[in-house]
């Protein structure tokens, strides 16, 4: 399975390879390769003539930012046409934990952990006072996965680019696990929200009083909402769910 998290972490590895390359023209002309596509069927993927795509890939034009990400994501798209073959084999070359991560992303700006709890249909079992916090990201796992296949060091990686997040565990049966994980952790996240549990274990309560983290429990429907709720805060949009 082939989820946002995968796609979105392919996309920034190789964007970030091609803008931090001392030869991004070599680098972009490489990844087109990797992905098995033509300057053509790029070129007209982009809307541009061959010769633009050809201009870049010989150093001619210095891509900037938004092109190399309208090219990644041209690549991305043709691959999502055959099957994720490339895409499959790259989360694999670069270890990507799939079975654990249903989504991971930054927001763009700081998000109230209120808005977060709204988002979700959350409600606070600790941490009321603290619902104001700015929230600058989340990561979406699969307890029972995270706890099957997951070492402490890559669930610490999981945190992403800051702590100040939203960590989310779904398949959750009291949120007893969750928060006994967290608080091994030397990294505390910003928030804890658990999905699942129709009783929360009160250990888990004062696990998240002990370590200062919010916990709430989400009633959204479906864990396919919740990830597009997530999402579209965003965007700073509302779902409509």
């Not at 796609?7 to 098995?36: N, T, Y």
């Not at 938004?66 to 994720?84: A, C, Q």
């Not at 796992?141 to 992403?160: K, P, Q, R, V």
């Amino acid at each position: 399975m082939v989820t946002a998290y995968i796609l979105e972490r392919v996309a920034r590895e190789i964007s970030g390879e091609i803008v931090w390359s001392d030869d991004p023209a070599e680098c972009m002309r490489k990844w087109r390769e990797i992905f098995k596509a033509t300057q053509t069927e790029v070129a007209r993927r982009m809307g541009v003539a061959p010769s633009v795509i050809n201009d870049y890939e010989k150093g001619r034009r210095i891509p900037g930012s938004k092109f190399v990400k309208k090219y990644v994501k041209t690549l991305l798209e043709m691959d999502r046409e055959r099957g994720w073959t490339t895409v499959r084999a790259l989360a694999r070359n670069i270890r990507l934990p799939t079975e654990a991560v249903i989504d991971i992303h930054e927001f763009s700006r700081s998000v109230p952990l209120k808005a977060i709890v709204e988002a979700v249909k959350g409600e606070v079992l600790w941490g009321e006072r603290h619902v104001e916090k700015p929230i600058y990201g989340y990561t979406v796992l699969d307890s029972i996965a995270t706890i099957i296949s997951m070492s402490g060091s890559e669930f610490y990686n999981l945190m992403g680019m800051t702590a100040e997040r939203a960590l989310v565990f779904t398949n959750v049966g009291t949120g007893r696990s969750p928060m006994v994980a967290v608080r091994v952790s030397p990294l505390k996240p910003g928030a804890v929200i658990v999905y699942g549990p129709k009783k929360v274990d009160p250990l888990a309560i004062v696990l998240a009083e002990k370590d200062n983290v919010p916990l709430i429990v989400s009633r959204i429907e479906s864990v396919e909402l919740l990830v597009h709720s997530l999402r579209m805060l965003g965007t700073g949009a509302t779902s409509s769910s």
